[in-house]
């Protein structure tokens, strides 16, 4: 008996690690989806906030709880997020943005953006915690364990390169 508790808490453990895994791999593709889409939208002009709002949008599947609120103070559904879309990439200062679709990682996503004459190269780098590894964490020394400090955290970047080339089409 005391075999098989043993050996369920060793399968429990492996299982939450491959699912916390399974996250990040998903926040690796999607973080590296985010910077091919900033990197499109470089190319054609956009300015720093709107690239910001681009990499948000790409990564709000793994984005975390929505802390958007609705008039009664409940969250707003996934749906109604998707249909927030339009509106978010409409807006034109961070604060108005933020009241319309705010999760819970994007304040920890980043785009960093490199040019030159011939290429442009984005960085999104995206924050966030492991969540069964921080938990454990906190369960086995909360003493130890303050709010700012988390040693479980996960820096997933992306980084994607496109060569420009309208330089070829509008120079006279």
């Known amino acids: 008996m005391v075999e098989s508790v ?3 808490f ?3 453990v492996i299982f939450l690690f491959m699912v916390d895994l399974l996250q990040a791999m998903k926040a690796k593709i999607l973080v590296e989806y985010a910077a091919a889409k900033c990197a499109r939208a470089r190319a054609v002009g956009y300015n720093d906030f709107m690239l910001t709002k681009i ?8 984005a975390g709880k929505c802390k958007t609120r609705k008039e009664d103070g409940s969250t707003i559904s996934r749906s109604t997020a ?4 339009g509106q978010y990439l409409a807006s034109e200062y961070e604060q108005q943005a933020d009241n319309i679709l705010d999760f819970e990682y994007w304040d920890d996503t980043s ?6 004459s011939s290429e442009i ?8 915690p ?12 909360k003493r130890t364990m303050s709010e700012s400090a988390d040693p479980f955290e996960l820096r997933v970047n992306g980084l ?3 060569g420009v080339h309208y330089l070829d089409y509008l120079t006279p």
């Open 55 to 62: 990499a948000r949008l790409s990564t709000m599947p793994v």
């Open 121 to 128: 190269e984005v960085s999104v780098l995206q924050r966030r």
């Open 160 to 162: 994607s390169k496109i």
């Open 111 to 116: 785009v960093k953006v490199d040019s030159n």
């Open 82 to 85: 998707s249909h927030r879309m």
């Open 10 to 12: 060793f399968v429990l």
């Open 130 to 141: 492991l969540p069964f590894f921080d938990s454990a964490a906190k369960l086995i020394d």
């Open 6 to 8: 043993i050996a369920l």
